[in-house]
């Protein structure tokens, strides 16, 4: 019997979503269906390819396949196995995307929905946890994108990645261009990250401590500082020409991080400066302020909490 996978349509989508239990699976699944592909949850290993290939009549759209710890037959050697004989399909487009947490962040999702860690047994949740991200982390450096999921906003998440997987997305490398604050650590997800903590502090000053890098009031504090243009220009000639470097190698997906101490003034000014000029370049990034005070929508005009290019 053939089980080779059969003909499909050329450039064919398909998403393996895997990572951390309680990063966020079942979320990105809901939208990946709401954006019409097929969503499939713990599929064993072994029917994988079969489902990609000839036996699904029914999968002639795009397709996202959750799997992870829980999975039957789950391996990660293998599944970085399978996932590369899957690119080699001339009709496919496959990307790996890894869901990703803190360590304390996955111990109160797990807490409050009072599940079970599914390899944890006996042991201390957050032992659990420890083990489960060690197996796992090769599966993260190999991963096409890496979300972290820990102070995104289900809106927001969802809406990250309906901008980086949409089934009307143009083609090209996708940009996420995040402002963050050090005190709450590095973002997991990053792939370049800038440090702005040497530019003028807004907060030390009274009437500008409580605004953020959306105001033009910070904005123009900042602008003040002497050297800004000069940073603004070493960044755009630094990564102008490595955006098309990255996609020669072909990597879709590209996060570039700004960070200052809060992740409320300098580091959203920066990010929302660069991400205006790379609309101006012809690239369709998408903006989110990881640690910015409130919970925005995504559709809120006037102070957006992550935002796309159009």
Not at 85 to 93: C, G, I, K, N, V
Request: charged letters at 25%; glycine letters at 10%; one cysteine or more.
């Amino acid at each position: 019997m053939n089980t080779s996978p059969s003909p499909l349509p050329p450039g064919e989508r398909v998403v393996i979503v895997t990572g951390l239990s309680g990063a966020g699976k079942s979320t990105a699944l809901k939208a990946f269906e709401d954006m019409g592909y097929e969503a499939v949850d713990n599929l064993p290993l072994g029917l994988l390819e079969r489902l990609v290939g000839d036996t699904c009549p029914g999968m002639r759209k795009p397709l996202a396949v959750g799997i992870d710890i829980r999975t039957r037959d789950f391996d990660v050697s293998r599944l970085l196995n399978v996932t590369e004989a899957l690119r080699t399909h001339p009709d496919l487009d496959v990307d790996l995307l890894f869901l990703d947490a803190d360590d304390h962040v996955l111990a109160r999702r797990f807490t409050e929905t009072r599940r079970r860690h599914p390899i944890g047994g006996d042991l201390p949740l957050p032992d659990g946890i420890a083990l489960e991200r060690q197996m796992v982390s090769m599966l993260r450096d190999r991963a096409d994108a890496v979300i972290d999921t820990s102070r995104l906003p289900v809106a927001d998440f969802r809406a990250l990645v309906e901008k980086q997987f949409g089934t009307d997305a143009n083609p090209g490398m996708s940009v996420v261009v995040m402002s963050f604050g050090f005190r709450n650590g590095l973002p997991r997800e990053a792939d370049l990250v800038f440090d702005v903590r040497f530019l003028r502090n807004p907060h030390y000053v009274d009437e500008l401590r409580p605004k953020t890098g959306q105001s033009p009031e910070v904005g123009a504090y900042i602008s003040a500082d002497p050297a800004l243009p000069g940073f603004l220009d070493s960044l755009k000639t630094l990564i102008g020409p490595l955006l098309p470097r990255y996609e020669d190698e072909g990597k879709s997906y590209l996060t570039i991080a700004v960070g200052c101490t809060g992740g409320k003034h300098r580091s959203v000014f920066v990010a929302e400066h660069l991400f205006d000029w790379l609309a101006t370049i012809g690239r369709r990034p998408t903006l989110r302020h990881r640690d910015m005070p409130g919970t925005l929508s995504a559709s809120t005009p006037d102070a957006p909490h992550l935002r796309g290019g159009v």
